[in-house]
């Protein structure tokens, strides 16, 4: 049990401090074998296979697996390096799955797992914005927050949601009696989270923020849910008046002759981000409607980038063609409407036992469920893989989905006897 326990507490808690890929999922591999090994399965399998939710979740994920393996006597190019990618990532992603079901019933764990997942992504929060905004050259006060502890720079669409996601979970656990540190602490790292996660400039956090803290104060109610619902809003809006501040830093912090223009790249935070329009991605998604020989059955995920990026050549950025960027529009077009039904067959029965779950008081999970899904509508790479560029679809997607299927189960066979 400890082994599990380590895996995914230092999986979850890494996608904020684990500076590479390598060590990231290497965590959760080398953890997890022996934790696998060392485990009677059967009381799990026999369970799995009467659960509904469990089921919904083994078709989805086989049907997605198969119809990629089938299209491999076909490919002109095996790309045998993006194959092994897929299956090894698949495979991290159902230990991942089978170690969260098994520890779901633990109230212990998920309150040791959330508090370890939060303080960490907050020390990673104050770290990356005071070296960004204070103290290292070629970065200066007001620019889009990317967490430096992981690739030296994360990807501010990725340092917005991780940081958005640790920020509702801590909202949610604030309920608990039980906290590891002060209160004052608690509430600082709230309002540090939320407000690194608007600091980072991507929209599609600060819409995943809005879904999941409307559907907490839904959930909770006005007279429970309005603390956390106010410092959401009181951190948006010192983010898009702080402007005129972060200038002021940043003439402090340049040279006389660039005070000016240090001054002008930061004036307007709203103006900015509705100034990147879509970021190309009506285009992607056009080119993988495109690509799309078969509606129902999808390309398959493993060497078809091709089929689609080649439309894009001429106008959209290079960086933005690695991946779909939506982890449900990625699952139609590589999994056709037939992978599609099969996903929503698992969300809708998560959703339902998430909501189970909130009317019996615990509302966190799906808060965390809605901030996911919100947030992969318009990035993500693959719901069947932890190898992913983004690699935060395991957090934002399963992690909320798979204890909710796993709690609200046990919740709904109480309830009938």
């Not at 993988?288 to 089929?307: F, K």
Request: glycine share 10%.
């Amino acid at each position: 049990m400890w082994a599990a326990k380590i895996a995914v507490i230092g999986f979850v808690a890494g996608h904020a401090c684990l500076p590479n890929h390598w060590l990231h999922l290497g965590w959760l591999l080398l953890a997890g074998l022996p934790a696998l090994a060392w485990t009677d399965w059967t009381p799990y399998l026999k369970h799995w296979q009467a659960d509904v939710g469990a089921r919904s979740v083994v078709c989805f994920l086989s049907w997605m697996l198969l119809r990629s393996c089938a299209q491999l006597p076909f490919m002109a190019d095996r790309v045998p390096g993006e194959i092994m990618r897929g299956l090894v990532g698949t495979m991290l992603l159902v230990i991942f799955c089978v170690f969260l079901w098994q520890q779901a019933q633990n109230h212990e764990f998920l309150h040791a797992l959330g508090w370890m997942t939060v303080l960490t992504g907050a020390f990673a929060a104050l770290i990356s914005l005071v070296l960004s905004y204070f103290v290292l050259p070629h970065h200066q006060a007001g620019e889009r927050l990317m967490n430096l502890l992981v690739h030296g720079g994360l990807n501010p669409v990725c340092t917005g949601l991780i940081f958005g996601f640790g920020a509702l979970w801590l909202a949610a656990l604030m309920e608990n009696p039980s906290k590891p540190v002060p209160e004052r602490i608690a509430w600082a790292a709230i309002a540090l989270l939320h407000f690194a996660a608007f600091l980072s400039g991507s929209r599609g956090a600060m819409l995943a923020m809005a879904g999941g803290h409307a559907v907490l104060l839904v959930a909770r109610g006005w007279q429970r849910g309005r603390v956390v619902a106010c410092v959401f809003l009181l951190t948006g809006l010192c983010y898009f008046t702080s402007a005129p501040l972060f200038a002021r830093i940043a003439q402090w912090r340049s040279e006389p002759a660039a005070v000016t223009p240090a001054s002008r790249g930061i004036t307007h935070h709203f103006q900015k981000a509705v100034a990147r329009g879509d970021n190309s991605r009506l285009d992607i998604y056009r080119a993988g409607w495109h690509a799309m020989d078969n509606r129902w059955m999808g390309t398959g995920q493993w060497g078809v980038s091709g089929n689609w990026q080649c439309e894009l050549q001429s106008k959209t950025d290079i960086s933005m063609m690695g991946h779909l960027h939506s982890a449900f529009f990625a699952t139609l077009v590589h999994g056709g409407l037939i992978g599609v039904f099969l996903l929503l067959v698992a969300l809708g029965c998560g959703i339902k036992r998430a909501w189970r779950l909130a009317v019996g008081g615990d509302a966190t999970w799906l808060a965390l469920l809605a901030f996911g899904c919100t947030g992969l509508l318009f990035d993500g790479e693959s719901l069947t893989s932890l190898a992913t560029a983004p690699r935060f679809e395991g957090l934002l997607f399963w992690l909320p989905l798979i204890v909710a299927l796993a709690r609200g189960s046990a919740t709904a066979r109480l309830s009938d006897s």
